[in-house]
């Protein structure tokens, strides 16, 4: 690949001047629709692939010339594509929906569901429009159910649930509060599972891009194995490598699978988090497992071939590469369209926001309701407050409160709410949570100012330490 991808160097003159060398130019729209033909078995007709094929062009000069993708991008569109989008017609075909409906809504998922901007998006919607007349909308699923013992519905995906289960099923504490954002993910995780596709989820943090795939594996009765690919991670954790052999003589050694092999073979879904914090030889490694063969080379074991389980799913998370968050890298392109990319919505909805710190409050019977409103105005109001920088000014690399820290007053008000009133245990779980993140008093005084305005306690959470 080119040097201009992530993580690829330049090779001297001497070494190219070895070699052969050939630049590979893009295949014409006539020679694309031959190759989907025989993708698609005949079953599209070629007026329909041209269609594809003039979509897919579009979309990608548009890419390359930054007119999508202005701030967040370059965003690859490549003949992976394409492919994908023809294959996936091939396995919904039967699935009793209308042809129209399913070449609009899986073009919308595969182009569109990447980017991030509502301009971006729109320039893909009337893309699609121009190119497909009237399309028909990806509604956001509204429930998950059982179609029968053996099926799980989400939208318009429908996934095996397996019956074998494992000792790595997440349990009951997996479970989120199905609010509209989480519904929109759930929805494409789920088609991602039937159609099996590696999936990449970008989105920043605290959006809960590895919980709504254990949660999907919790409905499902998967396996859940995750990988945190920081910078210390080593290969052989998760590839595997030799060791003394129990029981056995002085110098003998036996191998032993690694977590990603052993779950390989057992048909296990992975998630590869923040991939890319990952070093380049753990990316490497990774690569194969999103070709369509799904394999992984043992270099270290005589060059044995690992076959993945037909229920095996890989998943892989990331925040952006953005200044917010330090330390990430750009994946290559290269990888990064091997991958089945969604970015992840943010809850930002009052409503959503409600719904979940209602349903974390319950314990505390009527009063809960009342004190999820305050705390959800309050999460609200020093949001804003902080993107105004009416607070926390002075802090360079700026201050960013996510859901989480609202979970987290949650279970301090819960528990102290049983020790004192509802009031001192809501100002008090601010000024553990909120306030005493700040190290400029004025900082802490600004947010405990913010507090009382929604609801007044009568004793300080300082003189409560």
Partial sequence: ???????????????????????????????????????????????????????????????????????????????????KWTERLNKLENTGRDIKDIITSEGREIYMDRLKTAADKKAVEDTLRINFGSASTNEVPKRIEKKDAETLKIGQAEIKINSAGGPFVPGDDAKLIPIPTTMKTLGKIAKCVQVDEPMLMVGNTAAGKTSMVRFMAHLTNNNFRRFNLEH????????????PKPGGRPGEFTWKDGILVDAMKKGDWVVFDEINLAQPAILERINSLLDKDRTITLTEKGNEVVHAHPNFRVFATMNPATQQYAGRKDLSLAMRNRFTETWVDTISARDEYLDICKAWMKKLGPDGDKVAEKMVDFHMAITQKIENRDIAAGVREGKQFTIRNLKYMSRFVKEFAAEETIGNAFYNGVYHTYAGQFADPKDREATMALARSFLPAPLKAEEKK
């Fill in 1 to 83: 690949n080119p040097t201009s991808y992530a993580g690829r160097k330049e090779l001297s003159e001497a070494m190219l001047n070895r070699f052969h060398r050939t630049y590979n130019d893009p295949y014409p729209p006539e020679e694309l629709v031959q190759i989907l033909e025989g993708v698609s078995g005949g079953k599209v007709d070629k007026k329909t692939l041209m269609q594809m094929v003039m979509f897919h062009n579009a979309i990608a000069d548009m890419a390359d010339h930054r007119q999508i993708g202005k701030r967040d991008g370059p965003y690859p569109y490549t003949l992976r594509d394409l492919l």
């Fill in 232 to 243: 210390q991670t080593d290969v052989s954790e998760f590839i595997g490598g030799y060791i």
